[in-house]
């Protein structure tokens, strides 16, 4: 039962690894192309394990901001997170905690979304099949890292072949992916406006937050949309 | 990267892996704690990802010299429609044919 359930999660988890699979070893290049050894970008991508907010942290230590603003960049882009764990936890409650230490070290946003869809079919969500859809996404990660990275050591001008428009168009595809939420072109319009100001008459490690905070406090004032009027409260979702 | 500059990164990796950790167990944590997050600050949260992002997207349009720029309104244009893989490969394309082609 548990063998069996191990495996329907490497099945599940495999589409998700394939589209993955390009980001991490697009990770492992740039990360050797910001100044990271091999090493340092396997590291990365074993501990850290989120691909938008390690490519988030390899640009900015590559500009040189400071570190508590690469660690809190880092931060902000996951903590989508607090709200993935908050919304599992109902579904893994049975978990003993060394099991809940590793469920919520493997929470990716796939795995996120595949957990909730399984409870909901009605299909337990056992450890066995959270750790096989786990794995196999954590494990490739490493090795395209590791790929990506020796591959990024063979390349000499990295604009030669075009790397370096690839993190902005990246990042790009991630904003896009927000666009159903509320305000967000507001919030777009005017995070980018102020980071651009800000890069202008600042400099440079300051206009990611001072163009981050410009779009979080309107999206603070901004009038709330309807689902917004009722204090959300979390306990009934449990 | 020098010595120290390199051990600053180790560091650096390593705390931005405990913050991570802490997003992934922080709403477990929150909701054996808090009742109810306030309506304000759930929408500031929500504008988190997007806000810190086009940081990193928009200066870029700008410094990046002009065949970066539209390979990124091409980008654009392609990410409306399709996943964020076709995005960088039209962009990718763009740089390229203007760097080896038009130059």
């Known amino acids: ?238 | 990267m020098d010595n120290a500059e390199h051990m600053q990164l180790i560091y650096v990796i390593l705390a931005a892996a405990v913050a991570t950790f802490l997003t992934r167990i922080g709403g477990y944590v929150m909701i054996t704690q808090m009742k109810r997050i306030p309506p304000r600050m759930e929408a500031a949260l929500n504008a988190v990802p997007a806000a810190v992002l086009s940081t990193l997207v928009a200066p870029a349009f700008f410094s990046g010299g002009w065949e970066v720029a539209l390979a990124m309104l091409v980008a654009l244009a392609v990410g409306l429609r399709f996943s964020s893989l076709w995005m960088l490969l039209a962009g990718w394309l763009v740089v390229m044919a203007i760097r080896h082609v038009l130059i």
């Open chain 1, 1 to 238: 039962m548990t063998k069996d359930d191990f495996w329907q999660g490497v099945r599940g988890g495999f589409p998700v690894m394939v589209s993955a699979a390009p980001f991490g070893a697009l990770f492992g290049a740039l990360a050797v192309d910001n100044g990271f050894s091999v090493f340092d970008a396997v590291f990365m991508s074993a501990t850290v394990y989120a691909g938008a907010s390690q490519m988030v942290g390899l640009e900015l230590f590559g500009h040189n901001v400071q570190p508590w603003l690469i660690i809190l960049s880092i931060f902000a882009v996951n903590f989508r997170h607090i709200l993935y764990s908050a919304s599992i936890a109902r579904h893994i409650r049975h978990f003993s905690g060394v099991q809940k230490f590793f469920a919520f070290f493997l929470l990716v946003d796939p795995q996120y979304a595949e957990t909730e869809k399984r409870a909901e079919r009605g299909e337990p969500v056992t450890f066995a099949w959270y750790l096989g859809f786990g794995l196999v996404i954590y494990l490739p990660w490493q090795l395209m890292t590791l790929l990506g990275a020796i591959f990024g050591q063979m390349i000499g001008d990295p604009k030669a072949i075009g790397l370096d428009v690839l993190l902005p168009i990246y990042f790009m595809g991630l904003v896009l992916g927000f666009r159903k939420r509320d305000n967000w072109l507001p919030v777009v319009a005017v995070s980018s406006l102020a980071s651009i100001a800000a890069m202008h008459f600042v400099g440079s490690p300051w206009h990611v937050s001072i163009g981050a905070i410009a779009g979080i406090l309107l999206a603070a004032c901004l009038p709330l949309s309807k689902r917004h009027e009722e204090p959300v409260t979390l306990e009934h979702e449990v």
